[in-house]
């Protein structure tokens, strides 16, 4: 099955620019819609699971084993999945147990995702913990997808929104994206190695650790060869407190974008990076005759 072929599935995604930054600043923004991809399986959550999907499929296993928090936009795509494929998914989830007014908890039930909850000590475990390894060793034929879905596999997937990109905006002279894990930033500097744009990431994250992380990632997709110099910069000043602080300030901005722009943004992941692009913009780091590309990584919920 070419699960990106599917009717329920929708790719490429669009573009479109924002055009009153360019009437203002002379730097033409254009946003990659991504999270249109799907309204439960959006954006990068989508083409990371879509590479370990071929990849599963080409190797025969019968199902998905992985990890997330109770509140994970990764535990909710692989309900996704669950529901829209009736793929067998079982998640370990760090948590002491179920809590029905849980949203994501509750979805990932009713589409019939396994739920086994382990503790925090156990959790960071992840596969090498005895809990986890002992589920796992249940069953052998799933394969195990890590929390946030960034793996070897998920390159196919990364590479097909690099693809659909450089078809879209052949002449782009940044990429700027969101950072939860750095496995997209990863994956799509991975693929720009011949490309003379550069990358700007806006880390959800406090910490100082994030561009050796993606850094970790091109390693990973390139089989620890890494030939791109010069090409990433991370902004870190956007991070609003930390990961998971939302204040008023914050969401004041993501209501005005979608009113101004109707543009949809969420709290923890887009709508920082996409506060940071504008003040950066304002503040002249992207200069006159820049074309930025924003891809909007999802994260919404319905």
């Known amino acids: 099955m070419n699960f990106s072929s599917s009717e329920v599935i929708k790719c490429p995604t669009p573009v479109r620019e924002i055009k009153d930054v360019y009437q203002q600043y ?14 439960i399986i959006s954006g990068n959550k989508w083409r990371k699971l879509n590479g370990n999907l071929q990849h599963m499929q080409s190797q025969g296993y019968e199902g998905i084993i992985s990890f997330g928090g109770a509140h994970s936009n990764h535990l909710y795509a692989l309900a996704g999945l669950r529901q829209l494929f009736d793929i067998p998914v079982i998640v370990l989830v760090r948590g ?40 796992i060793s249940e069953f052998p034929n799933y394969l195990v997808i890590p929390e946030g879905g960034s793996n070897q596999f998920a390159l196919s997937g990364i590479q097909e929104l690099y693809s659909e990109i450089k078809v879209q905006i052949p002449d782009y002279s940044h990429l700027v994206l969101s950072m939860g894990t750095g496995g ?6 991975s693929c720009m190695k011949k490309d003379r744009a550069q990358m700007v990431v806006y880390p959800a ?5 994030m561009q050796a992380e993606i850094i970790n990632y091109v390693k990973l997709f390139n089989k620890n060869v890494v030939q791109i110099p010069n090409k990433l ?9 930390g990961y998971g602080k939302i204040p008023t300030d914050l969401l004041l901005f993501i209501d005005e974008v979608k009113n101004k ?11 920082k990076a996409f506060f ?3 003040e950066d913009i304002k503040n002249k780091f992207y200069k006159p005759g820049d074309i930025v590309v924003f891809i909007h990584t999802g994260g919404l919920r319905e």
């Open 96 to 135: 002491d147990g179920f809590d029905p007014e849980n949203e994501t908890l509750a979805f990932a039930k009713t589409s019939g995702v396994k739920l086994y909850f382990i503790d925090r000590a156990a959790y960071r475990e992840k596969e090498r913990g005895e809990i986890a390894n002992k589920i």
């Open 205 to 209: 994250l406090k910490g100082d650790w």
């Open 261 to 271: 722009y109707d543009l949809p943004l969420d709290p923890i992941y887009t709508g």
């Open 276 to 278: 940071g692009l504008m």
């Open 26 to 39: 002379g730097v033409k923004l254009i946003v990659k819609e991504d999270y249109q991809t799907h309204p």
């Open 184 to 189: 997209t930033a990863g994956g799509l500097l």
């Open 233 to 241: 910069t991370v902004r870190s000043a956007f991070h609003f407190g």
